[in-house]
């Protein structure tokens, strides 16, 4: 489970507070396809990363699994979110002057990974996502799908149960978006719990198991795909 109790998030406490979250109760099954279906402004970027160990809140607990992570300290988090997180965010944060290997490898080269078994295992992430043809080209002369792709293998590479995206076809036209998301949907039948913040309706409903919806910072519906509407 991934659990967010009693979740109060301020921003701007001393100046122009913002109250995204108050008192927020949050609960999802790993393991899962799972999309947060928002317009914009509503907290969903907030959300995922205060469930990534990027942001704190102000008030209440998270629960990953057993790991309470608002009891970590500096360090602990850091390693948690090397080893438990892979995060996949709109605009491709990529080193433009390195090469689709390089890039791929950063995750393991903070892990402290030796360079043959990063290589190896980047070679299987990029094998995954159909980019072993452009292994070593710069990053740079690639194409926006492909950059994205690039950015999943470097999410993946790690092993990481937890795959966050933030709006991650935002930058892409519609065809690349989809293979996209087709590429999230197999992570998470391979196992791996898959969050998906998103505010195309649509993708959410096609790919997901569950949509939540959130507005104004509160969760206001439920949706099991498959199934009849929860609205709880
Ligand atoms: N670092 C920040 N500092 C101040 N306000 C922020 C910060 N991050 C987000 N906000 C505010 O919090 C609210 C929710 O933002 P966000 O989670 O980014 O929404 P969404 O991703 O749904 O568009 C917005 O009003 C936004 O302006
Ligand atoms: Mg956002």
């Given at each position: 489970?991934?659990?967010?109790?009693?979740?109060?998030?301020?921003?701007?406490?001393?100046?122009?507070?913002?109250?995204?979250?108050?008192?927020?109760?949050?609960e999802i099954?790993?393991?899962?396809?799972?999309?947060?279906?928002?317009?914009?402004?509503?907290?969903?970027?907030?959300?995922?990363?205060?469930?990534?160990?990027?942001?704190?809140?102000?008030?209440?607990?998270?629960?990953?699994?057993?790991?309470?992570?608002?009891?970590?300290?500096?360090?602990?988090?850091?390693?948690?979110?090397?080893?438990?997180?892979?995060?996949?965010?709109?605009?491709?944060?990529?080193?433009?002057?390195?090469?689709?290997?390089?890039?791929?490898?950063?995750?393991?080269?903070?892990?402290?990974?030796?360079?043959?078994?990063?290589?190896k295992k980047?070679?299987?992430?990029?094998?995954?996502?159909?980019?072993?043809?452009?292994?070593?080209?710069?990053?740079?002369?690639?194409?926006?799908?492909?950059?994205?792709?690039?950015?999943?293998?470097?999410?993946?590479?790690?092993?990481?149960?937890?795959?966050?995206?933030?709006?991650?076809?935002?930058?892409?036209?519609?065809?690349?978006?989809?293979?996209?998301?087709?590429?999230?949907?197999?992570?998470?039948?391979?196992?791996?719990?898959?969050?998906?913040?998103?505010?195309?309706?649509?993708?959410?409903?096609?790919?997901?198991?569950?949509?939540?919806?959130?507005?104004?910072?509160?969760?206001?519906?439920?949706?099991?795909?498959?199934?009849?509407?929860?609205?709880?």
């Amino acid at each position: 489970m991934i659990k967010l109790e009693n979740v109060s998030k301020i921003f701007n406490k001393k100046s122009n507070p913002i109250v995204v979250f108050d008192n927020l109760n949050f609960e999802i099954e790993m393991n899962k396809f799972i999309s947060i279906l928002g317009r914009s402004g509503s907290g969903k970027s907030t959300l995922l990363n205060l469930i990534g160990g990027i942001e704190n809140p102000d008030k209440g607990n998270i629960y990953i699994g057993n790991n309470n992570i608002t009891k970590l300290n500096r360090d602990s988090l850091a390693k948690f979110r090397n080893e438990e997180i892979g995060y996949i965010f709109q605009k491709f944060i990529l080193e433009p002057s390195l090469s689709v290997i390089d890039n791929v490898v950063i995750p393991l080269v903070i892990r402290g990974v030796d360079k043959k078994e990063r290589e190896k295992k980047a070679k299987e992430v990029l094998m995954f996502l159909n980019l072993e043809d452009r292994i070593n080209e710069k990053v740079c002369n690639l194409s926006g799908g492909e950059q994205q792709r690039v950015c999943i293998a470097r999410a993946l590479i790690g092993d990481a149960n937890i795959i966050l995206a933030d709006e991650p076809t935002g930058n892409l036209d519609y065809e690349r978006g989809q293979e996209v998301l087709k590429y999230l949907k197999k992570i998470s039948l391979d196992g791996k719990s898959v969050i998906l913040v998103t505010h195309n309706k649509d993708d959410a409903y096609k790919y997901s198991d569950y949509v939540y919806e959130i507005n104004d910072g509160k969760i206001i519906n439920r949706t099991k795909i498959g199934d009849e509407n929860e609205n709880s």
